[in-house]
């Protein structure tokens, strides 16, 4: 609500608040939220390091966006160590559950090898 302004101002800050309330208990959806929110400086400073943190609670749950993004930051090493191993469970986790944008990330790393 906060971050869009769905009904209530629009306010970055207020939806770090509600999102990181939410993502403590464990909600993966609010983990994914959080971590866009860090890793595109919304709200809170640019941290990429707590951005990666809450993709891999939420990836850990099962959430394929957590999973193709948390897939994406190992593969550039953005908030954690490079791993292109990591990469691509994470990927084939996400494009295991459908998600399109991680299935087209495994087809280009499979015509580099």
Known sequence: MYRNGEGVAKDAVKAVE???KSAEQGYPIAQ???GHMY???EGSAKN???AAD???KAAAQGDPEAQFILGSMYQI???IPKDDVKAFEWWQKAAAQGDSNAQSALGAM???E
């Open 110 to 112: 499979n015509r580099r």
């Open 77 to 79: 090493g953005e908030g």
């Open 48 to 50: 990429a390091t707590k």
């Open 54 to 56: 809450w993709y891999q």
């Open 32 to 34: 994914t939220l959080l």
């Open 39 to 41: 890793r595109n400086g």
């Open 18 to 20: 509600w999102y990181q």
